[in-house]
Protein backbone atom coordinates (compact mmCIF):
# COMPACT_ATOMS: atom_id res chain seq x y z
CA UNK A 1 0.00 0.00 0.00
CA UNK A 2 1.41 3.67 -0.98
CA UNK A 3 -0.16 7.01 -0.23
CA UNK A 4 0.21 8.95 -3.81
CA UNK A 5 1.61 12.85 -2.83
CA UNK A 6 -0.33 13.70 -6.08
CA UNK A 7 -3.07 16.05 -6.09
CA UNK A 8 -6.25 14.46 -6.59
CA UNK A 9 -9.76 15.92 -5.79
CA UNK A 10 -8.01 19.72 -7.04
CA UNK A 11 -6.09 18.80 -9.74
CA UNK A 12 -5.04 22.16 -11.45
CA UNK A 13 -7.50 22.56 -13.84
CA UNK A 14 -7.35 22.54 -17.60
CA UNK A 15 -7.39 25.96 -18.90
CA UNK A 16 -11.07 27.26 -19.94
CA UNK A 17 -9.62 29.44 -23.02
CA UNK A 18 -8.17 27.90 -26.00
CA UNK A 19 -8.18 24.60 -24.99
CA UNK A 20 -9.07 23.19 -27.78
CA UNK A 21 -11.86 23.27 -30.94
CA UNK A 22 -15.06 23.49 -30.71
CA UNK A 23 -17.84 25.30 -28.66
CA UNK A 24 -17.08 28.10 -25.71
CA UNK A 25 -13.19 26.28 -26.89
CA UNK A 26 -14.30 23.13 -24.81
CA UNK A 27 -13.11 20.11 -26.88
CA UNK A 28 -15.21 18.36 -28.16
CA UNK A 29 -15.14 14.66 -26.54
CA UNK A 30 -15.80 17.11 -23.28
CA UNK A 31 -18.85 18.14 -24.10
CA UNK A 32 -20.80 14.43 -23.61
CA UNK A 33 -18.29 14.32 -20.36
CA UNK A 34 -20.36 17.94 -19.22
CA UNK A 35 -23.65 16.26 -19.86
CA UNK A 36 -22.53 13.69 -17.60
CA UNK A 37 -20.92 16.04 -14.87
CA UNK A 38 -24.24 18.27 -14.56
CA UNK A 39 -25.77 15.04 -13.91
CA UNK A 40 -23.92 13.68 -11.13
CA UNK A 41 -24.04 17.33 -9.57
CA UNK A 42 -27.99 17.33 -10.17
CA UNK A 43 -28.14 13.63 -8.52
CA UNK A 44 -25.38 14.32 -5.56
CA UNK A 45 -26.35 18.11 -4.77
CA UNK A 46 -30.17 18.11 -5.44
CA UNK A 47 -31.85 16.28 -2.27
CA UNK A 48 -29.87 18.76 -0.77
CA UNK A 49 -30.93 21.83 -2.57
CA UNK A 50 -34.31 20.85 -2.11
CA UNK A 51 -34.08 21.09 1.29
CA UNK A 52 -32.54 24.48 1.24
CA UNK A 53 -35.69 25.41 -0.53
CA UNK A 54 -37.70 24.00 1.86
CA UNK A 55 -36.24 25.94 4.47
CA UNK A 56 -37.01 29.20 3.35
CA UNK A 57 -40.91 28.06 2.60
CA UNK A 58 -43.84 29.66 5.04
CA UNK A 59 -44.10 26.48 7.58
CA UNK A 60 -48.01 26.22 6.55
CA UNK A 61 -46.92 25.45 3.13
CA UNK A 62 -44.79 22.60 4.03
CA UNK A 63 -46.89 18.32 3.76
CA UNK A 64 -49.89 18.25 1.70
CA UNK A 65 -48.24 20.19 -1.21
CA UNK A 66 -45.27 19.59 -3.39
CA UNK A 67 -42.73 22.68 -3.88
CA UNK A 68 -39.69 22.88 -5.57
CA UNK A 69 -39.06 26.98 -5.24
CA UNK A 70 -40.90 28.50 -2.38
CA UNK A 71 -42.90 31.55 -4.02
CA UNK A 72 -42.60 33.47 -0.58
CA UNK A 73 -39.46 32.58 0.66
CA UNK A 74 -39.18 33.76 4.24
CA UNK A 75 -35.80 33.38 7.12
CA UNK A 76 -39.00 32.93 9.70
CA UNK A 77 -37.68 29.35 9.81
CA UNK A 78 -34.02 29.75 10.67
CA UNK A 79 -35.09 32.50 13.26
CA UNK A 80 -37.50 29.60 14.87
CA UNK A 81 -35.19 27.18 14.75
CA UNK A 82 -32.27 29.20 16.27
CA UNK A 83 -34.10 31.04 18.85
CA UNK A 84 -35.88 28.11 20.13
CA UNK A 85 -35.93 24.32 21.37
CA UNK A 86 -31.76 25.23 22.16
CA UNK A 87 -31.01 24.52 19.35
CA UNK A 88 -27.97 26.95 19.71
CA UNK A 89 -26.92 25.04 22.51
CA UNK A 90 -26.48 22.25 20.50
CA UNK A 91 -24.71 23.79 17.94
CA UNK A 92 -22.48 24.84 20.20
CA UNK A 93 -21.84 21.44 21.69
CA UNK A 94 -21.10 19.80 18.68
CA UNK A 95 -18.69 22.63 18.04
CA UNK A 96 -16.60 21.35 21.15
CA UNK A 97 -16.75 17.71 20.78
CA UNK A 98 -15.80 18.18 16.88
CA UNK A 99 -13.23 20.67 17.80
CA UNK A 100 -11.42 18.82 20.62
CA UNK A 101 -11.47 15.53 19.38
CA UNK A 102 -9.80 16.88 16.16
CA UNK A 103 -6.91 18.44 17.85
CA UNK A 104 -6.62 15.21 20.23
CA UNK A 105 -6.63 12.89 18.07
CA UNK A 106 -4.42 14.56 15.79
CA UNK A 107 -1.89 14.95 18.10
CA UNK A 108 -1.93 11.51 19.81
CA UNK A 109 -1.72 10.27 16.14
CA UNK A 110 1.28 12.13 15.26
CA UNK A 111 3.45 10.95 18.35
CA UNK A 112 2.16 6.94 17.17
CA UNK A 113 2.50 7.21 13.93
CA UNK A 114 6.03 9.10 14.45
CA UNK A 115 7.46 5.88 16.12
CA UNK A 116 6.03 3.16 13.70
CA UNK A 117 7.29 5.56 10.90
CA UNK A 118 10.58 6.63 12.37
CA UNK A 119 11.55 3.76 15.26
CA UNK A 120 12.75 0.39 15.52
CA UNK A 121 11.66 -1.22 19.00
CA UNK A 122 10.43 -4.68 19.66
CA UNK A 123 7.05 -5.60 18.76
CA UNK A 124 6.63 -2.68 16.33
CA UNK A 125 4.48 -4.37 13.60
CA UNK A 126 2.25 -6.25 16.27
CA UNK A 127 1.15 -3.05 17.64
CA UNK A 128 0.42 -1.50 14.27
CA UNK A 129 -1.57 -4.33 13.57
CA UNK A 130 -3.54 -4.41 16.94
CA UNK A 131 -4.32 -1.10 16.00
CA UNK A 132 -5.59 -1.76 12.15
CA UNK A 133 -7.50 -4.73 13.57
CA UNK A 134 -10.17 -2.59 15.37
CA UNK A 135 -10.46 -1.46 11.37
CA UNK A 136 -12.19 -4.51 10.48
CA UNK A 137 -14.84 -3.92 13.32
CA UNK A 138 -17.39 -1.38 13.16
CA UNK A 139 -17.48 1.00 15.92
CA UNK A 140 -20.79 0.72 16.69
CA UNK A 141 -20.80 -2.86 17.87
CA UNK A 142 -18.91 -1.68 20.80
CA UNK A 143 -21.54 0.38 21.87
CA UNK A 144 -23.02 -2.25 24.77
CA UNK A 145 -19.38 -2.42 26.49
CA UNK A 146 -18.62 1.02 26.11
CA UNK A 147 -22.30 2.23 27.77
CA UNK A 148 -21.25 0.49 30.85
CA UNK A 149 -17.74 1.39 30.74
CA UNK A 150 -18.65 4.95 30.46
CA UNK A 151 -21.06 4.21 33.21
CA UNK A 152 -18.70 2.95 35.52
CA UNK A 153 -16.32 5.83 34.56
CA UNK A 154 -19.20 8.49 35.54
CA UNK A 155 -18.36 9.96 31.53
CA UNK A 156 -22.29 9.04 30.70
CA UNK A 157 -24.26 12.23 29.55
CA UNK A 158 -20.40 13.95 29.42
CA UNK A 159 -19.17 16.15 26.25
CA UNK A 160 -15.63 14.91 28.06
CA UNK A 161 -16.75 11.30 27.79
CA UNK A 162 -17.88 11.59 24.33
CA UNK A 163 -14.78 13.20 23.29
CA UNK A 164 -13.02 10.55 24.47
CA UNK A 165 -14.67 7.53 22.50
CA UNK A 166 -15.11 9.58 19.07
CA UNK A 167 -11.03 10.13 19.97
CA UNK A 168 -10.58 6.23 20.46
CA UNK A 169 -12.60 5.15 16.99
CA UNK A 170 -10.74 7.71 14.41
CA UNK A 171 -7.05 6.73 16.19
CA UNK A 172 -6.27 3.81 13.95
CA UNK A 173 -7.14 5.19 10.80
CA UNK A 174 -5.45 8.54 11.41
CA UNK A 175 -2.19 6.55 12.75
CA UNK A 176 -2.41 4.00 9.27
CA UNK A 177 -2.18 7.16 7.02
CA UNK A 178 0.28 9.16 9.35
CA UNK A 179 2.32 6.13 9.49
CA UNK A 180 2.67 6.67 5.79
CA UNK A 181 3.04 10.51 5.24
CA UNK A 182 5.56 10.59 7.52
CA UNK A 183 7.52 7.96 6.27
CA UNK A 184 7.70 9.85 2.74
CA UNK A 185 9.55 12.71 4.27
CA UNK A 186 13.41 12.05 3.70
CA UNK A 187 15.45 11.13 7.14
CA UNK A 188 18.26 13.01 5.80
CA UNK A 189 16.07 16.73 6.66
CA UNK A 190 15.62 15.17 10.35
CA UNK A 191 19.33 13.85 10.71
CA UNK A 192 20.44 17.91 10.06
CA UNK A 193 17.97 18.55 12.59
CA UNK A 194 19.15 15.95 14.73
CA UNK A 195 23.19 17.05 14.25
CA UNK A 196 22.19 20.59 15.36
CA UNK A 197 20.94 18.77 18.71
CA UNK A 198 17.26 18.76 18.38
CA UNK A 199 15.06 15.89 20.68
CA UNK A 200 12.15 13.90 19.42
CA UNK A 201 9.49 16.46 19.86
CA UNK A 202 11.44 19.57 18.65
CA UNK A 203 11.67 17.34 15.29
CA UNK A 204 8.17 16.51 15.41
CA UNK A 205 7.29 19.83 15.98
CA UNK A 206 9.05 22.21 13.85
CA UNK A 207 10.17 19.61 10.79
CA UNK A 208 7.60 17.06 10.74
CA UNK A 209 4.25 18.71 11.10
CA UNK A 210 5.27 21.54 8.75
CA UNK A 211 5.77 19.18 6.06
CA UNK A 212 2.79 17.09 6.77
CA UNK A 213 0.75 19.73 7.37
CA UNK A 214 -1.35 19.18 4.10
CA UNK A 215 -2.19 15.88 5.10
CA UNK A 216 -2.92 16.94 8.77
CA UNK A 217 -5.52 19.45 7.30
CA UNK A 218 -6.59 16.81 5.20
CA UNK A 219 -7.03 14.17 8.04
CA UNK A 220 -8.52 16.47 10.57
CA UNK A 221 -11.29 17.14 7.67
CA UNK A 222 -12.06 14.05 7.90
CA UNK A 223 -12.23 13.94 11.77
CA UNK A 224 -14.02 16.84 12.29
CA UNK A 225 -16.97 15.62 9.54
CA UNK A 226 -16.91 11.78 11.69
CA UNK A 227 -17.54 13.82 14.89
CA UNK A 228 -19.67 16.20 13.66
CA UNK A 229 -22.40 14.19 12.22
CA UNK A 230 -21.85 10.73 14.58
CA UNK A 231 -25.26 10.09 15.64
CA UNK A 232 -25.74 6.31 17.20
CA UNK A 233 -23.03 6.76 20.01
CA UNK A 234 -24.17 10.31 21.03
CA UNK A 235 -27.62 8.99 21.44
CA UNK A 236 -26.65 6.56 23.59
CA UNK A 237 -24.22 8.21 25.56
CA UNK A 238 -25.94 11.82 26.12
CA UNK A 239 -29.19 11.70 27.79
CA UNK A 240 -30.18 15.59 29.14
CA UNK A 241 -30.92 17.66 26.44
CA UNK A 242 -28.00 20.57 27.50
CA UNK A 243 -25.49 18.19 26.27
CA UNK A 244 -27.02 16.95 22.73
CA UNK A 245 -24.67 17.49 20.26
CA UNK A 246 -26.82 18.29 16.53
CA UNK A 247 -27.71 15.06 15.32
CA UNK A 248 -29.16 14.09 18.57
CA UNK A 249 -31.04 17.54 18.84
CA UNK A 250 -32.37 17.48 15.21
CA UNK A 251 -33.85 13.81 15.89
CA UNK A 252 -35.20 14.75 18.91
CA UNK A 253 -36.45 18.01 17.07
CA UNK A 254 -38.42 15.51 14.61
CA UNK A 255 -39.89 13.69 17.77
CA UNK A 256 -41.54 16.83 19.54
CA UNK A 257 -42.73 18.67 16.76
CA UNK A 258 -44.03 16.03 14.11
CA UNK A 259 -45.07 18.82 12.34
CA UNK A 260 -42.19 21.74 12.20
CA UNK A 261 -40.79 21.28 8.62
CA UNK A 262 -39.90 24.07 8.02
CA UNK A 263 -37.58 24.77 11.10
CA UNK A 264 -36.32 21.42 11.37
CA UNK A 265 -35.10 21.78 7.62
CA UNK A 266 -33.74 25.31 8.57
CA UNK A 267 -32.05 23.61 11.39
CA UNK A 268 -30.89 21.36 9.18
CA UNK A 269 -29.34 23.69 6.64
CA UNK A 270 -27.43 25.63 9.86
CA UNK A 271 -25.98 22.28 10.52
CA UNK A 272 -24.72 21.24 7.33
CA UNK A 273 -23.39 24.75 6.37
CA UNK A 274 -20.19 24.04 9.02
CA UNK A 275 -19.16 20.38 7.43
CA UNK A 276 -19.41 21.90 4.10
CA UNK A 277 -17.40 24.87 4.79
CA UNK A 278 -14.45 22.63 6.39
CA UNK A 279 -14.53 20.73 3.61
CA UNK A 280 -14.37 22.94 1.01
CA UNK A 281 -11.38 24.80 2.80
CA UNK A 282 -9.53 21.90 3.06
CA UNK A 283 -9.68 21.23 -0.53
CA UNK A 284 -7.11 23.90 -0.87
CA UNK A 285 -5.18 20.89 0.64
CA UNK A 286 -5.99 18.92 -1.34
CA UNK A 287 -4.91 20.93 -4.42
CA UNK A 288 -1.33 21.41 -2.81
CA UNK A 289 -0.26 17.91 -2.91
CA UNK A 290 -2.23 15.54 -0.98
CA UNK A 291 -4.44 12.18 -2.04
CA UNK A 292 -5.55 10.25 0.57
CA UNK A 293 -6.53 6.41 -0.09
CA UNK A 294 -4.54 6.06 -3.11
CA UNK A 295 -3.90 2.70 -1.80
CA UNK A 296 -3.12 0.14 -4.96
CA UNK B 1 9.36 -1.15 7.99
CA UNK B 2 12.70 -2.45 6.71
CA UNK B 3 14.11 0.98 5.79
CA UNK B 4 13.19 2.58 9.16
CA UNK B 5 16.49 3.88 10.82
CA UNK B 6 16.99 4.30 14.73
CA UNK B 7 17.77 7.93 14.66
CA UNK B 8 18.37 8.25 18.33
CA UNK B 9 21.95 6.99 16.83
CA UNK B 10 22.55 10.69 16.46
CA UNK B 11 22.09 11.98 19.92
CA UNK B 12 21.41 14.97 20.72
CA UNK B 13 24.49 16.97 21.94
CA UNK B 14 23.96 20.19 22.51
CA UNK B 15 27.12 21.46 24.51
CA UNK B 16 29.99 18.72 25.20
CA UNK B 17 29.41 19.00 28.82
CA UNK B 18 26.41 17.76 29.04
CA UNK B 19 26.73 14.98 26.47
CA UNK B 20 29.75 13.71 28.62
CA UNK B 21 27.48 14.38 31.71
CA UNK B 22 24.83 11.70 30.34
CA UNK B 23 25.55 8.25 31.12
CA UNK B 24 25.72 5.66 28.36
CA UNK B 25 23.05 3.33 30.52
CA UNK B 26 20.60 5.91 31.29
CA UNK B 27 21.20 7.20 27.62
CA UNK B 28 20.56 3.66 26.09
CA UNK B 29 17.74 3.53 27.99
CA UNK B 30 15.94 6.69 26.51
CA UNK B 31 16.80 5.24 22.98
CA UNK B 32 14.86 2.35 23.88
CA UNK B 33 11.87 4.31 25.91
CA UNK B 34 11.08 6.97 23.33
CA UNK B 35 9.18 5.13 20.82
CA UNK B 36 6.92 3.34 23.81
CA UNK B 37 6.70 7.02 24.97
CA UNK B 38 5.47 8.05 21.70
CA UNK B 39 2.76 5.41 21.76
CA UNK B 40 1.66 5.87 25.19
CA UNK B 41 -1.01 8.28 24.60
CA UNK B 42 -2.65 6.59 21.89
CA UNK B 43 -2.58 3.24 23.06
CA UNK B 44 -4.07 4.41 26.04
CA UNK B 45 -7.30 5.58 25.07
CA UNK B 46 -7.30 2.83 22.31
CA UNK B 47 -7.10 0.30 24.58
CA UNK B 48 -9.55 1.41 27.06
CA UNK B 49 -12.18 2.65 24.95
CA UNK B 50 -11.65 -0.11 21.63
CA UNK B 51 -9.47 -3.05 22.99
CA UNK B 52 -11.28 -3.50 26.42
CA UNK B 53 -14.95 -3.44 25.46
CA UNK B 54 -14.26 -6.05 22.91
CA UNK B 55 -13.31 -8.22 25.47
CA UNK B 56 -16.17 -7.57 27.94
CA UNK B 57 -18.68 -7.66 25.44
CA UNK B 58 -17.81 -11.35 25.04
CA UNK B 59 -17.58 -12.02 28.53
CA UNK B 60 -20.95 -10.09 29.34
CA UNK B 61 -22.89 -12.30 26.57
CA UNK B 62 -22.05 -15.18 28.76
CA UNK B 63 -24.53 -13.75 31.47
CA UNK B 64 -28.26 -12.67 31.40
CA UNK B 65 -26.99 -9.20 32.14
CA UNK B 66 -29.16 -6.68 34.17
CA UNK B 67 -28.12 -2.78 33.42
CA UNK B 68 -29.88 -1.49 37.00
CA UNK B 69 -27.31 -1.37 40.13
CA UNK B 70 -27.38 -4.44 42.49
CA UNK B 71 -28.90 -6.68 40.41
CA UNK B 72 -27.68 -10.01 40.11
CA UNK B 73 -26.18 -11.15 36.42
CA UNK B 74 -26.30 -15.22 36.43
CA UNK B 75 -24.74 -16.95 33.70
CA UNK B 76 -26.43 -18.25 31.10
CA UNK B 77 -23.47 -20.41 29.27
CA UNK B 78 -23.85 -20.43 25.77
CA UNK B 79 -27.99 -20.26 25.78
CA UNK B 80 -27.96 -16.30 24.50
CA UNK B 81 -25.91 -17.40 21.65
CA UNK B 82 -28.37 -20.62 20.81
CA UNK B 83 -31.41 -18.01 21.40
CA UNK B 84 -30.02 -15.89 18.46
CA UNK B 85 -30.53 -19.01 16.44
CA UNK B 86 -34.10 -19.68 17.00
CA UNK B 87 -34.65 -15.54 17.10
CA UNK B 88 -37.10 -15.09 13.77
CA UNK B 89 -35.86 -11.36 13.86
CA UNK B 90 -32.55 -12.28 13.97
CA UNK B 91 -32.99 -14.09 10.44
CA UNK B 92 -35.23 -11.00 9.37
CA UNK B 93 -32.50 -8.64 10.52
CA UNK B 94 -29.63 -11.02 8.81
CA UNK B 95 -31.61 -11.22 5.64
CA UNK B 96 -31.97 -7.70 5.31
CA UNK B 97 -28.60 -6.36 6.44
CA UNK B 98 -26.92 -8.87 3.56
CA UNK B 99 -29.44 -7.36 1.13
CA UNK B 100 -28.59 -3.61 1.88
CA UNK B 101 -24.82 -5.37 1.32
CA UNK B 102 -24.98 -6.56 -1.84
CA UNK B 103 -26.90 -4.03 -2.99
CA UNK B 104 -25.63 -1.10 -1.82
CA UNK B 105 -21.80 -1.78 -2.17
CA UNK B 106 -21.76 -2.63 -5.78
CA UNK B 107 -24.00 -0.13 -7.12
CA UNK B 108 -22.30 2.84 -5.36
CA UNK B 109 -18.64 1.52 -6.53
CA UNK B 110 -19.77 1.56 -10.00
CA UNK B 111 -21.40 4.60 -9.88
CA UNK B 112 -17.98 5.93 -7.69
CA UNK B 113 -16.06 4.76 -10.46
CA UNK B 114 -17.62 5.73 -13.17
CA UNK B 115 -17.65 9.19 -11.59
CA UNK B 116 -13.92 9.07 -10.93
CA UNK B 117 -13.44 8.07 -14.82
CA UNK B 118 -15.87 10.83 -16.59
CA UNK B 119 -14.59 13.52 -13.95
CA UNK B 120 -10.98 14.00 -15.28
CA UNK B 121 -8.61 17.12 -15.17
CA UNK B 122 -9.37 18.19 -18.15
CA UNK B 123 -12.82 18.28 -17.93
CA UNK B 124 -13.47 22.14 -17.47
CA UNK B 125 -14.37 22.67 -14.09
CA UNK B 126 -13.35 19.61 -12.65
CA UNK B 127 -12.50 20.27 -9.11
CA UNK B 128 -16.43 21.78 -8.95
CA UNK B 129 -17.56 18.29 -10.14
CA UNK B 130 -15.60 16.68 -7.85
CA UNK B 131 -16.48 18.49 -4.84
CA UNK B 132 -20.38 18.05 -5.98
CA UNK B 133 -19.89 14.40 -5.54
CA UNK B 134 -18.00 14.20 -2.49
CA UNK B 135 -20.47 16.71 -0.53
CA UNK B 136 -23.06 14.23 0.27
CA UNK B 137 -20.15 12.42 2.02
CA UNK B 138 -20.11 15.33 4.57
CA UNK B 139 -23.71 15.47 5.50
CA UNK B 140 -25.18 14.62 8.49
CA UNK B 141 -27.18 11.00 8.51
CA UNK B 142 -30.11 12.23 10.67
CA UNK B 143 -30.56 15.28 7.98
CA UNK B 144 -30.39 13.70 5.16
CA UNK B 145 -32.47 10.90 6.35
CA UNK B 146 -35.06 13.39 7.08
CA UNK B 147 -34.60 15.11 3.72
CA UNK B 148 -35.30 11.43 2.08
CA UNK B 149 -38.22 11.11 4.28
CA UNK B 150 -39.79 14.28 3.29
CA UNK B 151 -39.07 13.28 -0.40
CA UNK B 152 -40.89 10.18 -0.36
CA UNK B 153 -43.62 11.21 2.38
CA UNK B 154 -47.65 10.13 1.46
CA UNK B 155 -48.89 13.17 1.71
CA UNK B 156 -47.32 15.92 -0.59
CA UNK B 157 -43.84 14.19 -1.10
CA UNK B 158 -41.95 14.80 -4.05
CA UNK B 159 -41.77 11.30 -5.40
CA UNK B 160 -45.59 10.97 -5.01
CA UNK B 161 -46.09 14.10 -7.37
CA UNK B 162 -43.52 12.26 -10.02
CA UNK B 163 -45.64 9.33 -10.09
CA UNK B 164 -48.63 11.37 -10.00
CA UNK B 165 -47.03 12.68 -12.99
CA UNK B 166 -46.87 9.87 -15.34
CA UNK B 167 -49.82 7.96 -13.83
CA UNK B 168 -52.14 10.84 -14.60
CA UNK B 169 -54.25 11.59 -11.16
CA UNK B 170 -53.02 12.05 -7.73
CA UNK B 171 -51.06 8.93 -6.15
CA UNK B 172 -50.51 8.43 -1.98
CA UNK B 173 -48.11 5.63 -1.92
CA UNK B 174 -46.85 5.49 1.70
CA UNK B 175 -43.46 4.58 0.20
CA UNK B 176 -41.59 4.34 4.22
CA UNK B 177 -44.69 2.56 5.70
CA UNK B 178 -44.47 -0.57 3.66
CA UNK B 179 -41.93 -3.51 4.05
CA UNK B 180 -40.06 -3.08 0.30
CA UNK B 181 -40.37 0.47 -0.48
CA UNK B 182 -38.97 1.31 2.67
CA UNK B 183 -36.12 -0.55 1.94
CA UNK B 184 -35.46 0.71 -1.32
CA UNK B 185 -35.74 4.09 0.00
CA UNK B 186 -33.12 3.11 2.72
CA UNK B 187 -31.22 1.90 -0.43
CA UNK B 188 -31.27 4.58 -2.56
CA UNK B 189 -30.49 7.22 0.12
CA UNK B 190 -27.30 5.25 1.16
CA UNK B 191 -25.99 4.68 -2.17
CA UNK B 192 -26.93 8.22 -3.18
CA UNK B 193 -24.60 9.48 0.14
CA UNK B 194 -21.88 6.84 -0.11
CA UNK B 195 -20.94 7.35 -3.90
CA UNK B 196 -18.88 10.34 -3.01
CA UNK B 197 -16.40 8.15 -0.63
CA UNK B 198 -15.65 5.47 -3.02
CA UNK B 199 -15.55 8.12 -6.19
CA UNK B 200 -12.08 9.80 -4.15
CA UNK B 201 -10.35 7.14 -3.54
CA UNK B 202 -11.19 5.62 -6.96
CA UNK B 203 -10.08 9.11 -8.43
CA UNK B 204 -6.82 8.88 -6.67
CA UNK B 205 -6.54 5.14 -7.82
CA UNK B 206 -7.07 6.08 -11.26
CA UNK B 207 -4.56 9.08 -11.05
CA UNK B 208 -1.79 6.77 -10.16
CA UNK B 209 -2.19 4.94 -13.25
CA UNK B 210 1.08 5.31 -15.12
CA UNK B 211 0.43 7.41 -18.48
CA UNK B 212 2.87 5.47 -20.90
CA UNK B 213 0.23 2.17 -19.56
CA UNK B 214 -2.17 3.82 -21.02
CA UNK B 215 -1.11 5.29 -24.17
CA UNK B 216 1.15 2.12 -25.05
CA UNK B 217 -2.30 0.58 -24.98
CA UNK B 218 -4.16 2.57 -26.82
CA UNK B 219 -1.36 3.22 -29.60
CA UNK B 220 -1.68 -0.99 -29.95
CA UNK B 221 -4.91 0.20 -31.41
CA UNK B 222 -6.77 -1.35 -28.04
CA UNK B 223 -10.27 -0.38 -27.89
CA UNK B 224 -11.47 1.62 -24.83
CA UNK B 225 -12.88 -1.22 -23.34
CA UNK B 226 -10.25 -3.38 -23.65
CA UNK B 227 -8.21 -0.80 -22.30
CA UNK B 228 -10.36 -0.82 -19.32
CA UNK B 229 -10.47 -4.18 -18.78
CA UNK B 230 -6.51 -5.06 -19.46
CA UNK B 231 -4.46 -2.65 -18.08
CA UNK B 232 -7.38 0.16 -15.96
CA UNK B 233 -9.14 -2.72 -13.97
CA UNK B 234 -5.99 -4.63 -12.92
CA UNK B 235 -3.88 -1.80 -12.20
CA UNK B 236 -7.10 -0.56 -9.46
CA UNK B 237 -7.80 -3.88 -7.86
CA UNK B 238 -5.94 -2.89 -4.77
CA UNK B 239 -8.41 0.43 -4.72
CA UNK B 240 -11.03 -2.37 -5.91
CA UNK B 241 -10.27 -4.46 -2.44
CA UNK B 242 -9.75 -1.56 0.31
CA UNK B 243 -13.16 -0.22 -1.04
CA UNK B 244 -15.07 -3.18 -1.10
CA UNK B 245 -13.84 -4.18 2.51
CA UNK B 246 -15.04 -1.16 4.04
CA UNK B 247 -17.65 -0.19 2.38
CA UNK B 248 -18.66 -3.76 3.72
CA UNK B 249 -18.09 -3.37 7.16
CA UNK B 250 -19.54 0.14 6.36
CA UNK B 251 -22.95 -1.25 5.21
CA UNK B 252 -22.74 -4.13 8.21
CA UNK B 253 -23.27 -1.11 10.50
CA UNK B 254 -26.35 0.44 8.75
CA UNK B 255 -28.26 1.92 11.68
CA UNK B 256 -29.06 5.67 11.64
CA UNK B 257 -31.49 5.62 8.19
CA UNK B 258 -33.23 2.76 9.30
CA UNK B 259 -33.56 3.92 12.92
CA UNK B 260 -34.80 7.36 11.63
CA UNK B 261 -36.84 6.43 8.66
CA UNK B 262 -38.50 3.25 10.00
CA UNK B 263 -37.48 2.38 13.07
CA UNK B 264 -37.68 -0.85 11.37
CA UNK B 265 -41.09 -1.44 11.08
CA UNK B 266 -43.63 -2.24 10.50
CA UNK B 267 -43.20 -5.18 12.68
CA UNK B 268 -39.46 -5.62 12.62
CA UNK B 269 -39.28 -6.43 8.77
CA UNK B 270 -36.73 -3.50 8.19
CA UNK B 271 -34.89 -4.25 11.07
CA UNK B 272 -30.98 -4.64 10.63
CA UNK B 273 -28.39 -6.39 12.38
CA UNK B 274 -27.65 -3.12 14.09
CA UNK B 275 -31.31 -1.29 14.97
CA UNK B 276 -32.29 -4.92 16.44
CA UNK B 277 -29.09 -4.95 18.42
CA UNK B 278 -29.76 -1.68 19.29
CA UNK B 279 -33.40 -2.47 20.32
CA UNK B 280 -32.26 -5.44 22.13
CA UNK B 281 -29.92 -3.76 24.72
CA UNK B 282 -31.72 -0.23 24.91
CA UNK B 283 -35.16 -0.75 24.79
CA UNK B 284 -35.75 -4.57 26.01
CA UNK B 285 -32.27 -3.75 28.34
CA UNK B 286 -31.65 -7.29 27.51
CA UNK B 287 -27.74 -6.54 27.35
CA UNK B 288 -26.12 -10.18 27.13
CA UNK B 289 -28.35 -10.97 24.25
CA UNK B 290 -27.17 -7.99 22.58
CA UNK B 291 -23.37 -8.19 23.17
CA UNK B 292 -23.85 -12.33 22.26
CA UNK B 293 -25.61 -10.77 18.73
CA UNK B 294 -22.75 -8.15 18.42
CA UNK B 295 -19.79 -10.27 19.41
CA UNK B 296 -21.14 -12.80 16.34
CA UNK B 297 -21.36 -10.07 13.89
CA UNK B 298 -17.69 -9.37 15.02
CA UNK B 299 -16.94 -12.79 14.54
CA UNK B 300 -18.06 -12.46 10.99
CA UNK B 301 -17.25 -9.77 9.87
CA UNK B 302 -13.87 -9.59 11.20
CA UNK B 303 -13.17 -13.11 9.35
CA UNK B 304 -14.63 -11.61 6.16
CA UNK B 305 -12.62 -8.88 5.96
CA UNK B 306 -9.46 -11.51 6.67
CA UNK B 307 -10.61 -13.83 3.85
CA UNK B 308 -11.41 -11.00 1.33
CA UNK B 309 -7.84 -9.52 1.44
CA UNK B 310 -6.14 -12.80 1.55
CA UNK B 311 -8.34 -13.76 -1.67
CA UNK B 312 -7.92 -10.44 -3.41
CA UNK B 313 -3.94 -10.56 -2.23
CA UNK B 314 -3.84 -13.83 -3.84
CA UNK B 315 -5.19 -12.65 -6.88
CA UNK B 316 -2.27 -10.02 -7.14
CA UNK B 317 0.21 -12.88 -7.44
Known amino acids: ?296 | MSNSVNLERHPATKSPGAASRRSTRGHRMRRFATPYLLLVPALLIYLTFTVYPIFRQFDMSFYNWHIFPGAANPFMGWSNYTAIFHDPVVRTASFNSFLFIVITVPIQMAIGLFAAAVLTDHLPGSMFWRAAVYIPVVTSWVVVSWVFSYIFASQGGLMNSIVGLFAGHTVSIDWTAQTWTANAVIWILSIWKGVGWSFIIFLAALDGIPRQLLESARIDGASESRVWRHVVLPSIRGAVTFVTVLLVIGAAQVFTQIFEITKGGPYNSTQSLMTYMYQQAFSNFAFGYAAALASLLAVVLFGFSAAEIRILRQQDL
Open chain 1, 1 to 296: MAIATEPVLAKPEAPLKGSGPGLFGIKRRNRSRLVIAVLLALFSLGPLLYMVSLSFQPNGGLLGATVLIPTHPTVQNYVQAWTENSFSRYFMNSLIVSIATVIITVIFASLAAFAFARYKFPMKEVIFYVFLASLAVPNLLLLIPQFLLMDRLHLLDSLFGLILLYVASNLPFTIFLLRGFFEAIPKEYEESFRMDGAGTLRVLVSLIVPLALPALAVVSMFIFSAAWDEFPVALTMINSGSHYTLPVGLADFIGVHTVAWGPFFAASVIATVPVIVVFLISLRWFRSGVSLGAIR
